[in-house]
Structures are given as C-alpha cells and as structure tokens.
C-alpha cells in the first residue's frame, strides 16, 4: 500500500489503464526536489513485470516526453542498481503491417538491432515485454531501457552561459561525438526484416537487402549532451543507402534538417555511384543542429531559431522545382481533395433518401442501411420488423446527419492536415535550396576577393578577374535576388554565417559549406576534421566537455532528473515494504494449531521434511502436476505460519519445527526429495487453509521451484 494523503490506497491511473499497467500513487509534498515543479505530473510511478521473466522489475514515472513513434520516461530498476535509466515505450498495433503513431514488433525490433550492430552509444540497455489488460483485452507492450543523459539540444540553444571566444570548443567536442556514431553507423551493413504482411506487398526487388544506413532524423531533440558524451538518439528513421540510389527515397524524417540535394535535385544521387556521398545528408543535419545551437531562439524565424530568416520573407523567395518524391506527395494530396469531394456527394444523397423514406415511414432497404454503415457508420436501431413511426423518425433523422457531419469534419480536418504538412515541407524545399545558393554565391565571392587582393596580379588581370566575376552565374543570382526585392534573406544568412564564423571560422568554412551541396562531406571528413583541429591546438575537445557540462547545470536541467530519482526511489520503498516475505497476523492468545493425521507425521529435524516418505512416488504427468499444486498451496501456508513462529524463540518446540520445516522446504528447492504422497499433502494442504482462514490471514507467501514467488489469495 502506498500513503496518500490520508487514504492508503494503491490505484490504476488513467494513464496507467491504456498501458495496463500497476500504479502507485505517491504523496509528493514531502519531496524536495519536487517542490519547484508542477507536482501533478509526478504524482504516480508504474510498476511493470516482464511476462518472460518475473525477476525483471523497473519503476517508472508517468511524466513523459511524447515522440512520433513512442513515449520517453524515466525508469530505475526494482532491485539492484540506483541508476536512472530513460525508457521508450511501444505499445504494439494488432493489425499487421500497420504504420499508426505508435510502432508496430518490426519497428522496435529493427532500431533495437541496428543500434546494436552499429555499436552506438545510446543503445538499448534492456528490453521487457508486458502482456496487459485494458477492459480483460490483451495487449503487449514493449519497453526498451536507454543511457540516460542530461538534456537534448533544443534546451541548449545559444549557450547562453558561454563566451562567444570559448564556443568553438563545445562545438567541435559535439561534433567529435556525433561524428563517431554516425561513422558505426553509416558502416555496418544490416538487412532489414519486415512483418511478413509487409513483406507480402513488395517486388522481389524493392524487398530489403543488406546495406548500409543513414540516421535521416538527426534533429536537436534527437541529440543528447550528458556528463560522459554526447550522442544520437532515436533510429527507428535509418533508412538503406540504397534506397536513395535507387530513387526509393521514403518520406520520413524532419524535413527542416533535409539536405537541399532531397528537395530539388533527386538526380544527384541516383547518378552518383559513390555511395559515400549519401552521408552527407546526416552530416548536413548535424551542420544545421550545431548552427542552431550557436545562435538564440527566435520564434517569428523559420524553425524558431536566429540562424534562419523569418518565415514571412522565406514566402517572398522563389519556389525551386520540386523533387520526385514532393511531386508524389503534392499528387498524393491532390487525389484525396478529389475524393473528399467525390465522398461528400455521393453520401449526402445516400443519407438524403434515407431520410426522404423515413420521413414518409419507410424503413431503408438493406442495401441503404448498409451503405449508411459503410459510409458513416450509422447502424439501424431498429429492429428488423419493426416500422419507422412518427415517434422516432425525428430520432433517426437527427442521428444520421450527426454521423455524417461528423465523418465530414474528419475528412476536412485531414484535409487540413494534409496542406499544412505540404506548406510546411515547401516551405522548407524554399529556406534550403535558398541556403546551398547562398553558400554557393559566398563561396565563389570570397574566391572573387582573394583573386583581387593578390599582390602579385597587375592592373589587367583585376580587369579579367572583375570581368569573370560580372558574367558568373552567381553574380547573376545575386542580381536576381536584388530585382526581386529578396535581399532580406540574403542579408539574414550573411549576417548569421558572420556570426558564426566569428566564433569559430572552421565550422562554418568546412562543415556547413562543404556539407551544404559544396561538395561531398561525410563522416570520415568529419572525423579528420576535427582531428586535425585538436592536433593543431585550435580547439581543445576536453575543455568543450567541460564547458557543455557546467552549461548544463548552470541551465538547472539536472532538477527533473533529481526530482524522478527521489521519486523512483521513494516508491522503491514502497513496493519493498508491500513485497516483504514475512507478512503480518492478528494478535492471538495461542499459535494457529496444525493439524496432522497422526502423531507419527510430526516434523523431525531428520531433513526429509514434513511430508517425508521412504518410496520413491510414480505417478502419471497429471498426477504430478496436482500434486505439485497442493505441495506448494501446503508450503505457502505453513512455511509462513512457522515464520509467525519464530518471532518468537522461547518456545522450544517452535524453533524445533521451523528448524524441520526449513530443512524440509530445502530439500524441495534442490528437487532433491520427491518421496511425498497424493493424498497427504492434499490433506494437510486442506487443514493449513482452514486454520489460514480461521486467523484471517490476507496472503501466503512460498519460494517454489528454483526460487520463483508465487502469490495465492485465500
């Protein structure tokens, strides 16, 4: 039981019933690190069993950070080690092959094994599995245990509490760490298994083959800094090389951390035999994060971050001609407004002559009923035989326009849905092929410069070089540009990569150029890079670590950790004290009498226990089996009445049976004596009960064949 308030109760959250699980609510007042945030959230712990092994136990806290494809909490184990651990839940869809918010066995099962093979830092540490009940209904539920680490990089934008002249070190320190993960990655080939219904739907070729992955959804909430590293997190997104190779490129992601080469150009890669080159979509997001993080927030701004030009102007620029894959999902659109349209009339007559016949007392055909469920959902209430009266007909006609109204705003709201996704990713095709130009246009414009600031070229050759630079390409984009009144934006990322290369001029140079469709930049770029970097003294990774962990603490994110560890271990208490062995009776004036057959059967301290016979039993499986049952229901109740006994050690002839009983309950552990009768045991078994009931004891408690706990309520 847990204290509540003044109630002890343990109770089933509403949280707690979608996931079936137990849950414990706690009073919180009398934690200190819960006093500064909103304690509502923190009130309730789960306590979950794996159905395979019931020695596996963890806490965990119902406060929770939502995802696409699960749900992050915090977690401790029940016994053993005071580590906090952050755990990702994936309720499993029933029906096979579904793709819902919430991922389906091969979803979990393919990003557990390739974290796995890839050897990367944040991988699954534990994996239980949960069969629970919502309403007596089935439904598994997979929990898999991570590293847990301080906080994401959203929470870290600007570095506030770090001088500019000092951020060089943080940013090159994170780049080494992701650079490591994303080389295990991008190296280890793994072949993708699909659920067999899924597998059913493809060609002998577009089924999985053995390939290398790209994460494809590096984000600043998939990124985590913690006291050791930092690292990548969530690759339930990595996608096969490939599949962009063979113009297969899936919709998924963020497409706000898309390389520019996705949106526009899908020819880059299918004609590109090198694979290598498709890392550097995961290398540009990790260019793009690590820009965000240099610079503050700023909501009216694209992405809500400084770096980005605000969304009104990034409307004015110029829409590139979209890629392949954005084609498909505009027509995808498209032909859903066609049906939408086609839906809504064909389903207004349809719910229009149904109520014509009823208004007139007709009952619908069967066929009319029928497409009045196919459409709307709408069953008849009435019975077969019975006829519409002027009773119920307004009834009848009110349900029916309630159930297509409400089919209607479903459609409409997908609808809805639907453009806001294609705004959204249009807007972001904009902002991205506008930046590789732009890094494009300052690349050629500072090599421009350089040509006319070199001393040894004479009058004539500025003349060619100025010549040169009027007829490119990209003093024509940036005279477009000037026309087109879009000097907003172009002023925006000028001055944002001002910034940026004043606090580190490397990042923005290498990483964010290059890897901007400069030229091909992948993890081993990466790694060398930031290698070099250190060796030559520019940047120290150590003192970047130091940095980011005192940017942390100063930031006060470590509180919601300290505050789930107080609370875990609190309810760690609790479930201890209502799992210990040795439970609880009234006060009697005598010890609970057990009932033997004869005086012969009293225990003995000879070690063949209570129930000691000198042949060996040979009985049938079955036999066995109920044996087995009453052995253990007789066990549960004794055992446990000789513990009541040996609290107290005056009494010779207690201690002497507990002694006997101990011996006994031994030799059953070690399946080293099975010389018991049937019928014996049952009978004993039926007397313990009737003294249990008679003392009014709640629960009996036995260790049972290799140590397992069984419970049996009486």
């Known amino acids: 039981m847990v204290q509540t308030g003044k109630e002890t109760t343990t109770t089933d959250t509403v949280t707690g019933a979608s996931l079936g699980l137990k849950h414990l609510v706690l009073e919180t007042k009398n934690i200190p690190a819960l006093q500064k945030l909103d304690q509502a959230k923190w009130k309730s712990v789960s306590l979950i069993t794996d159905t395979k092994d019931k020695n596996k136990q963890y806490l965990l806290t119902n406060h929770q950070h939502k995802g696409s494809f699960g749900k992050m909490r915090y977690a401790m184990a029940l016994k053993g080690s005071n580590d906090l651990m952050a755990v990702k839940v994936f309720r499993l869809s029933k029906k ?42 089935p439904k598994r539920t997979l929990f898999g245990f991570l590293p847990l680490m301080d906080c994401d990089f959203a929470k870290l934008r600007g570095l506030p509490d770090i001088p500019d002249e000092e951020k060089k070190h943080v940013i090159n320190y994170i780049l080494s760490e992701i650079a490591r993960d994303l080389e295990k990655l991008h190296t280890v080939r793994y072949k993708r298994v699909l659920h067999p219904h899924e597998e059913k739907q ?14 494809f959804d590096i984000k600043p909430s998939n990124a985590m800094a913690g006291k050791d590293r930092a690292a990548l997190i969530d690759y339930g997104m990595a996608q096969e090389m490939g599949k962009f190779l063979e113009a297969k490129q899936p919709l998924g992601g963020t497409p706000e ?34 820009a965000e993080l240099l610079s503050k927030e700023e909501n009216k701004n694209f992405n809500g971050s400084n770096f980005w030009p605000a969304k009104k102007d990034i409307a004015k620029l110029p829409s590139p001609k979209l890629s392949r894959w954005l084609k498909e999902k505009k027509e995808q659109m498209e032909n859903y407004l066609r049906y939408v ?25 069967k066929d009319e009923q029928q497409q009045l469920s196919d459409k709307i959902g709408f069953r008849w209430p009435l019975p077969e035989k019975e006829p519409v009266t002027n009773a119920v007909k307004d009834n009848l006609k009110q349900l029916i326009n309630e159930a297509f109204t409400g089919k209607k705003k479903e459609h409409e709201d997908r609808v809805k849905d639907y453009k806001r996704n294609l705004e959204r990713i249009v807007m972001c095709a904009k902002i991205h092929y506008f930046l590789a130009n732009f890094m494009k246009y300052r690349y050629e414009l500072l090599k421009y410069k350089k040509k006319l600031k070199d001393p040894k070229g004479n009058r004539t050759d500025k003349k060619e070089v100025n010549r040169e630079w009027k007829s490119s390409e990209w003093n024509a984009w940036f005279v477009t540009m000037k026309k087109q009144k879009k000097l907003v934006c172009v002023r925006k990322l000028a001055d944002s990569i001002k910034t940026l290369k004043n606090i580190d001029p490397g990042f923005v140079d290498k990483v964010l150029s290059f890897s901007a469709n400069m030229k091909r930049f992948d993890h081993t770029e990466l790694s060398e890079y930031v290698k070099d970097r250190g060796k030559s003294g520019k940047v120290d990774l150590q003192k970047g670590k130091k940095l980011l962990n005192e940017q942390i603490k100063k930031l006060g994110i470590g509180k919601e ?30 010890p609970p009498r ?5 005086k012969k059967d009293l225990p003995s301290q000879s070690g063949g226990g209570l129930l000691h016979d000198k042949r060996r039993l040979e009985q049938s499986r079955k036999e066995k089996k109920d044996f087995h049952e009453a052995l253990s229901g007789y066990l549960c109740g004794v055992y446990n009445l000789a513990m009541f006994y040996q609290r107290r050690p005056s009494n010779a002839k207690l201690e002497k049976l507990h002694a006997a009983l ?14 018991h009768k049937k019928a014996f045991a049952k009978e004993l078994y039926d007397d313990v009960l009737k003294q249990a009931k008679k003392d009014k004891v709640k629960k009996i408690l036995s260790y049972v064949d290799k140590d397992n706990l069984i419970f049996a309520e009486l």
């Open 202 to 215: 493809l060609g002998p070729r577009d089924k999985p083959k053995e390939d290398s992955f790209i994460h």
């Open 662 to 675: 101990w011996d006994w309950y031994r030799n059953m552990r070690d399946k080293k004596e099975y010389t």
């Open 257 to 290: 951390y898309y390389h520019p080469a996705l949106f526009y150009d899908q020819d880059k890669f299918t004609n590109d035999s090198d694979r290598e080159w498709i890392s550097t979509i995961d290398v540009y997001a990790v260019a793009l994060m690590c």
């Open 561 to 590: 950790h300290e505050a789930a560890r107080e609370l875990l271990l609190k309810a760690r208490e609790e479930v201890e004290k209502k799992q210990r062995p040795v439970i609880s009776v009234p006060k009697v004036t005598s």
């Open 341 to 365: 349209d086609k839906w809504v009339k064909d389903t207004k007559k349809v719910c229009d002559d149904a109520m014509t016949k009823i208004e007139k007392l007709e009952t619908p055909s």
């Open 96 to 137: 096979p092959g579904a793709k819902t918010a919430v991922s389906n066995e091969y979803d979990f099962k393919f990003e557990k094994e390739i974290m796995e093979k890839a050897g990367v830092a944040a991988r699954f540490t534990d994996v239980i599995e949960t069969a629970v009940d919502k309403k007596n209904n």
């Open 594 to 598: 057990i009932i033997t057959s004869s």
